[in-house]
């Protein structure tokens, strides 16, 4: 089973970025995400999902590590100062490298 | 005036307590969307096919009056948010477009009093509605950050343009107009009869996140309080005195001024969340919903039909 | 007594054996909370415009003689299920507490029985409901773990009053008693024109919820099938004999004799889960939604109709 | 004939318009479900009072006819997507299953715009959407790769026979017809007074889906589009022919001719999607969905009308 | 970009415990967490989320290794025995490590 | 704090493949599994989960790495060449070992 390590990069932020975001991954190189609803509670208090503007989701994207920094410094800049949103980073073993 | 309470303003306390109280009680998220489909497309169906009866070459004049109106009232809050409130500019900005838009809940709730009273009104009302939603967001991302080369305009017309409700409204607009009363009649059983009910449990489920706001009002103290009662009840004059002015009936009056005292919470903070992020959601949330929603739908519509009888017994 | 099997009823088969059959079938999860909610509000309103049209002053023996034999009953089933069925302590008095309680989808599948056949009840009965939710809860908790300290009593009287069942039986109890008949006349489409298809829906999904509880019993044998038949009839019997003895009216007795009979599978199971969670929920559900739930709309209702026949004629 | 558009389609176009302007408006998926649900089950029970009402001797020839239709279908459209579109063998055969079954949605349109116009149909004609369902899909897995020992057929009798489809029309039927129409009276409400209501909502999502799949369409060019509009009006005729041979009502042919030209979009995209995983799904479901729903639904039904007016005055 | 490591805690877990494990977490010193809704199987059979009492959460806090050893103690205590509940640990690498 | 580590396995997938990958990992001796609903991009185009046919699933098992292994052999034969779907592994500290 010959395997490669990629970066998981997860991303947990208010609904309301969905769109935005996604067009940054795809410009920043990522080919592909995945996405769930969710909900949490953070520096900028609850958010329980019970309508949209307080809604999470959760992104998920496994890419080589160049582009991780690439969207994880993007991302700083354009919002962490003005959203709920958290980041980390993890490393994962991957079957088709040259998918991500 | 029959002075019952309506059972489904009950239904907003219901939430409201249940929600002060801390039960589990919870609509799922995707009935809460559902119930805000069928209101959207109700009400413009409502309006549709009431134009598909009558002329409505008139229409012109009073739509461009409220435009004015819908610029003009985030002008006047900014500077009360701004210098009294002391608000950030982003704040202030922010808030004042959100009493400048409109709420199509309110809207709902007062047709429903209106129904009730047997008390008709312009069949256009629904495009006040859409007219009303968007001219305080482009004044409040203006005032927010000036006409800034950041912006994405065409990005922010497509959001504003082609949202939920706007399509919504106008798309059951189109439809009850082109089809008609009798085109309509079939459906008329989901979207007519059932449309209380569906404000029911609406309402319900507002009152739930009314009461989650609540605790955003601790936080922003009183200032949030006495703007989201005092604001209304200013925009609601002149929503009545222009309604007045356009000779519109007692209950298109009524609904003007009940439109003009509305702030949003579903249009509006969805766009400022994108262009205005360093604006607080939770002060305007909190205002809007916490404070003003709950106002207009226990005291506001029925004191701004005493408004309406009032101006039309001075001005009569 | 017309003798036709309600159309009801064969969308609970028609779930049961969807879900034995595995069918992929499945309601989402959104919906069948809509559809509770929707069941419990119905329920809440009937009773409270019905308690609106008429003076409630009697009100006070019955449901103390309720709240009795909701106490009574799991102390009845305790040794049962400990000394026959061999439980231990922690499940014996969790499933008790289960029988103690009730089932408001039996409730709504009894009174589409009784509206089928024109039978009058007394209004009040939704507050039955409710008061016999409860008190089975504290006996179950108290048996499996005596008056101990650990208990949260705060806690679990917040969990067991503002409970969802709780709050939409009351809150429309009240609404319908505020608004009384007229008022509730516009949202009656949703709550009362639509109460039989929504009560079909949340059968055809209760019908694949008890299908695949029946695994449970494989696994726990033929005594909790036994149990799960036989105790309802026994409580049924008191239930009867109480509603016979307070002087209510035949559709009352038929009810109080059902809800004697049914078994919780909300309030308690989730009431259970945090204050006596070393009993298997798995033991009480299969019984009570795998076993009883089927038995009691399937058969148990029109049979305590004739219960109820044959003590008035006897007692009369 | 009434010219009127029906506004039930004028939901699709919204949605369909909505979509292509890349709207945010979406039902959530619960939704989705939920007016799928309905729908089936309103059609069954529909179908199963009617023949609650009339004996069905005649039946068995009508289901053979009915059934050799859908086993040839797919094995006509197979050569010419294999020679003229040259799809490979999977593709070929995906497609033309898809083509050989039925889709629920546009027949319940057909069904809406008959009762407009007040034109009556056989009562078991709910059947023959359930026996249409079936012979594609087993046609199509055996031309894609012949009588293989792969293929797990238990597994896939069960995928086919209990999906969604199947077991609530086969269900809703057998309700209807063991309540009969007087037993279906209380669900009426639900199931029969919404029934266009929930279509017009169905539509609306229909159409955002449609939108979504003509990107599908871009991809893979101009004979997809070709094919989904002269196949479908290939099987109509084959359709208004065999109707008209059976000796069905105006409606019933018109019902037979649209079931014919309509395009599986539920069932055999899941069904394919297991047993033929090779076959590229986008294709299939961009033809289906993207090209033959919406011109079914917006051109189809009426003119299928006019087939059946025509081969009436000839053959009459 | 500089990072630092913390610990990832996920726990699965009967959502009928949401309020319960929340009220935990918060005492013991997590900033966050984000809750999707799940389903799934394990030692306590199926849980399918067909309705509430079947329905599972899966709870993700990123928290220093102090707090996640704290916050496993106390769960293997109080809930191990009676409830359907995993968890599981992993590393990640946080931005700004100090919201954690 | 008695650790120990296994391997976390998650696959992104069609919601088409539930019951069939199910049935895989309970024969390659998988203990459990949890599921959330999903949507998401990738090479196979976008999935939004509008309805059924365009749903993923997102399917997470904890166990030894010679079942991880096998499952993602048996994965990679059956499914990489005709369904939309991602593989990855990683490292997880988990409490009860004998659990997985
Ligand atoms: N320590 C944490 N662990 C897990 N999730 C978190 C944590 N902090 C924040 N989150 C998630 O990230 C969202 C935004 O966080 P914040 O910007 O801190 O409000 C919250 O609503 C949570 O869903
Ligand atoms: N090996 C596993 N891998 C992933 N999730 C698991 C595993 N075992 C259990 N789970 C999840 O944890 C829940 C409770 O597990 P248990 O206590 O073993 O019944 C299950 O319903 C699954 O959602
Ligand atoms: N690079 C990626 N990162 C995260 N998720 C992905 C990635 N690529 C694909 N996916 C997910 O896996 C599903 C199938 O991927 P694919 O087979 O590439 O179409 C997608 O719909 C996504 O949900
Ligand atoms: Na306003
Ligand atoms: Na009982
Ligand atoms: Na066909």
Redesign the interface.
Known sequence: MHLETRKLLTITT?A??EQ?VLEDLDRLGAHGYTIVDARGRGHR?SR????????NIRIEVVCPEQVAEAIVTHIREH?Y???AMIVFLSDVDVLRPEKF | MTS?????V??FL?GLI?GL??????????????LT?LLLLAIGLKGGIELAKQPFGELLMPLLAVIIMGTMLPLVAYPILSLVGRFKRADAASIAAHYGSVSVGTYAVAI?YL??QQIDYEAYMPLFVVVLEVPAILVGIVMARGVSRDTDWGKLA??VF???GV??LM?GL??GW???PE??E??????F??F???L??FLL?MG??AA?QIGGLRRYGLFIVGFGILFPLFAATIGTVLGWMLGLSTGGTILLATLAASAS??AV??AM??TV??AN??LS?SASLGVTFPFNILVGIPLYHQFVNLIQNLGG
Chains 1, 5, 6 share one sequence.
């Open positions: 208010e309301a970025l935005s208090g329980n999902a019970s309508w949209d503007l307080t809604s919002y100062a003005n959203y | 019952s309470i309506d059972p489904i009950l239904f219901l249940a109280l801390r039960s589990e009680l919870r609509l799922p998220q995707a009935i809460y969307e559902f489909v429903a129904g009730a497509h959001e082609l949202g939920k399509v919504l798309g189109f439809i082109i089809a008609g085109g309509v079939p459906i008329a059983p989901m979207f009869d059932l209380k009910g569906v029911a449990l489920e739930l996140i989650s919470y579903i903070p969805a969340r994108l992020p360093e959601p939770t949330i």
